[in-house]
């Protein structure tokens, strides 16, 4: 499968994904929404890892989910551990048909469909230093506003209100 789809416009699509993770996104995204969260996927942190998904709590605390689709997907990437110095709670997330015993018991464990997930096990709770939250936190909102401008600049959203305040359907403040 292709990194990135040069066929494939549309900028919500980036082509790195399985549909089996795609599933497992919209699931585990759905939760965390309706908690009150924002998510963010494929989010870029300090060090050039990226993340699978970021759920920020209004009180800005920091999940951080890793989506494994299949065991070879869980066998062949070990840089999870990367992500735990950027978040306060850490999770795996997968299918019901990946057995759960190969992900490790000291971390929060997700299983997920494309409509919902069930949290098996809730994640240790890990407090991040400030100066890391900062840097979460202006990375989020960066990579927001940057993808906002490009569904902006390519149309999305746009139901012939151009030119007047409003990009994907959201008023932009003054």
Known sequence: MPILSLQNSDPRVDGRQSDRALTIR????????????AVLSELSLKGG???????????????????????ADFEADHKWADYLDHCDAFYFATLADVPADIFPASHGFIIADQYFCDVVR??????????RRKD???????QVALRLRRLELLGYGDDSRQGDGHVCGVEAAD
């Open 26 to 37: 919209a699931g585990v995204a759905r939760y965390f929404e309706e908690a009150g969260h």
């Open 49 to 71: 890892r990226r993340a699978d998904l970021v759920c920020l709590c209004p009180k800005g605390r920091v999940t951080i989910v890793e989506i494994k689709s299949s065991r």
């Open 122 to 131: 809730e994640s240790a709770p890990n407090r991040l230093s400030a100066q």
């Open 136 to 142: 979460v936190l202006l990375r989020c909102a960066r």
